[in-house]
T-cell receptor, first 113, second 112 residues
Framework: AQSVTQLGSHVSVSEGALVLLRCNYS??????LFWYVQYPNQGLQLLLK??????LVKGINGFEAEFKKSETSFHLTKPSAHMSDAAEYFC???????????FGTGTRLQVFP | EAQVTQNPRYLITVTGKKLTVTCSQN?????MSWYRQDPGLGLRQIYY???????DKGDVPEGYKVSRKEKRNFPLILESPSPNQTSLYFC???????????FGDGTRLSIL
């Protein structure tokens, strides 16, 4: 069975600071990994995805994530936070032999001026 | 524009009064899914459909029904809603279940 754990339900950073949102996964087969962002009163939008190509994945809005098999992690980073990054972020896992995405419980990012 | 459309966006109703939340996608996707989002629990899958007339239970199917008579539509039916079904609901679609999913804007249901 697959699972994903997001450490920290809330993360607060100052504008211009590094953003680091943590995601660890469990999968018995090579995983597909995704990060989604949810802005208030909206659905989820895909930020980036990993499907066994390059381990460093670049997404929209300056975000990137690195797949580390040895650590079973897929942390999301952005060098410099912007006020508009305030949202909830979800990590999700699937694989070639499954027909569903498994979502983490989400991390709410607050950005202070 | 590629989109998943849910209606209504907001609904307040009473226990036991049947309701349907509609979902439509214009991307010719085979896979569609319903999720509910609750604080601290993330997104949990209710039902999904691999194609027309093919549906299956997700992780929390109790109290819900779905149908997939056409490729583009995947309505969620609450035959006898109860207060524990008060939640934010999302419909999503994709080419396959393990691929990135396109989400609707959500339906906030309050069951009194």
């Amino acid at each position: 069975a697959q699972s994903v754990t997001q450490l920290g339900s809330h993360v607060s950073v100052s504008e211009g600071a590094l953003v680091l949102l943590r995601c660890n996964y469990s999968s018995s087969v090579p995983p597909y990994l995704f990060w989604y962002v949810q802005y208030p009163n909206q659905g989820l939008q895909l930020l980036l995805k990993y499907t066994s190509a390059a381990t460093l994945v670049k997404g929209i809005n300056g975000f990137e994530a690195e797949f580390k098999k040895s650590e079973t992690s897929f942390h999301l980073t952005k060098p410099s936070a912007h006020m508009s990054d305030a949202a909830e972020y979800f990590c999700a896992v699937s694989s070639y032999n499954t027909d569903k995405l498994i979502f983490g419980t989400g991390t709410r990012l607050q950005v202070f001026p | 524009e590629a989109q998943v459309t849910q209606n209504p966006r907001y609904l307040i109703t009473v226990t036991g009064k049947k309701l349907t939340v509609t979902c439509s996608q214009n991307m010719n996707h085979e896979y569609m899914s319903w999720y509910r989002q609750d604080p601290g629990l993330g997104l949990r899958q209710i039902y999904y459909s691999m194609n027309v007339e093919v549906t299956d239970k997700g992780d929390v199917p109790e109290g819900y029904k779905v149908s997939r008579k056409e490729k583009r539509n995947f309505p969620l039916i609450l035959e006898s809603p109860s207060p524990n079904q008060t939640s934010l609901y999302f419909c999503a679609s994709s080419s396959k279940g393990n691929q990135p999913q396109h989400f609707g804007d959500g339906t906030r249901l309050s069951i009194l």
